[in-house]
């Protein structure tokens, strides 16, 4: 049993190129943390497990987003 669950607090979601960004504001060791989960039609996937700032995981999630579009692209 899980004594103090973590659940999510979303203070950010956006579309970028067709992906549901989600920014994700939780606490480490009385830090401030944030993350991103990215989200299309077929499934989600943590994009940014951790960031020290908000700005900094919307940057990453875009990057994320690319580098998933690059390469679908490059496959075909």
Known sequence: MILDPDYPHIVLTFTYRGWCIQIDQGEWDGEVTYGAWANHDQGCAV??????????????????VNRRLQGMQSSQ
């Open 47 to 64: 994009a940014v497990p951790y960031a020290r700032s908000r700005t900094e995981a919307v940057l990453q999630a875009k990057q994320w």
